[in-house]
């Protein structure tokens, strides 16, 4: 996941991805809170196995200790890899976010992989401990044979390009890299059970890495079942193509997803090219059954929806992620959207009470006006709503939308902001505040990006 990330007041680290054709998507992470976790769960993960392993074969020369070491912090790695990919709410919520978990996600996935290498470079033949049956040799065997597979399946999900090469790795084999990494998870789950170790499968270790790869090969299992038994059915009921994106309406066919505003859900189709689910932010106001979704048409699912997708077509959708609520970040708040970014706003506008006691500024920045969607509704939210003002940027008129700009529109000095649009506008935006001495108090974005 190639996230660049800029620290503000030293608080919030903030981090957007660039969708193809320079379109956006972003949201907010602190990725103080995702580190802080991260070594939270290290400390438990990571270093308690360690310090059962010193236990269990300090005795051993420092090489064949060290190799050791890193096969069972890789297996832990892996392991925790795997619940967190599994997605638990409780996790997501103690990290802040789905973006924060994948961060997480992806972090530990790296270190599983420098360690695996690091164990297959060192000999761990111990004098009169070397495989001693035909099962532990088999698991010896399958340890060293699952090694490239994994090398290859690990980098294929850290990188999206090919360093040098202008090549974006295709999404699609992205997701397939990590099908296969339970499999070979289990592979190892069988290697570290039978390989023969300087310890027995009566210690503590033995025990932790055990109970460890059991839950870890369950979550996979339920990251596999999950989207089928957690999906809601829909019918698309609308599908109006706007010039800037297709908005499309879906109603439930049973139970209702349950989501607030802000949050996004994934979503697919019932029809050939259109059965991988993507992830979409609900444009709609929570609490009604009816969800919508605006969609800008990017890439092979985004263009294929707009062309074949039908009122009475069956939706499947999952959710809702994400944590871009405007909560938390006091009154005054001002929202940037760039171009499609406007879609969580959408929803947090029509979530807004005439009485609420609130005081946002809405930049809403648009090529032009025929690219604005959802206007009425936002300025019928304005109307309605004392505390809450809506101001259009249309850049083919006004020039490029700056932090000076921004600052005479709606002063984000002091203020929360809250930012969902293209990476080139945050990065300038921020920089140009910090220059002018106008910079929030705090920045929000989640990444709109699961790699
Ligand atoms: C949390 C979140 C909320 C989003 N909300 C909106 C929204 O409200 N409106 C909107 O127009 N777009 C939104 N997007 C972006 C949207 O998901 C992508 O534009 C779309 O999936 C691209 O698919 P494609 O095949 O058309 O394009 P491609 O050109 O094939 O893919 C472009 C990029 O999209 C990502 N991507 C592709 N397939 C998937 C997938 N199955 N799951 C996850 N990511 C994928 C990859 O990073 C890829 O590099 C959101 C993305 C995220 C992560």
Known sequence: MPADGSGLNGIYSVSFRSLPGGALCSCSTSLRGAELTLTALLTVFFFAPLYFLFDAAGHLQPAVFGGLCAGVGAYCLMSMNLVLAARPRVLERWLGGLDKLYWVHKWTG????????????????????????GLSELAAEAGELVFYPLLVLGLLSLFKRIPRLSFEIPYAWWRLSHRFMGAIFAVGVFHQFFVKLPFDNSTMISAYLTWMGIAALAAFAWTQAAPFLQRRAYKVTSVDRKPSATVIRLAPQ??????????????????????????????SQAGSDEIEFSIKPLGDFTRR???TARPGDTAYLQG??????????????????????????????????????????????????SEAIGLDRLEAAATRVPGFRLHLHVSSEEGRMDAEKLAAKADPAGAGLWFCGPVQLRKSILKGLSAIGKSPNSVHFERFEFR
Do not use: M
């Open 254 to 283: 049973g139970r209702p997803l349950k989501q607030a505003a802000g949050q996004f859900a994934l979503i697919s189709f019932a029809r050939k090219g259109l059965t991988e689910a993507h992830p979409f932010t609900v444009s």
């Open 305 to 307: 929806l707009r062309d």
């Open 320 to 369: 809702g992620f994400g944590r871009f609520s405007g909560a938390k970040s006091g009154k005054r708040q001002v929202w940037l959207a760039g171009g499609i970014g406007i879609t969580p706003f959408l929803a947090l506008a029509g979530s807004l009470k005439a009485d609420d006691n609130t005081d946002i500024d809405l930049v809403y920045c648009v090529r032009n006006r």
């Open 110 to 133: 790296a270190g599983a992989l420098v360690l695996i290498f690091l164990h297959e470079q060192i000999d761990l033949e111990v004098k009169g401990q070397g495989a001693t049956s």
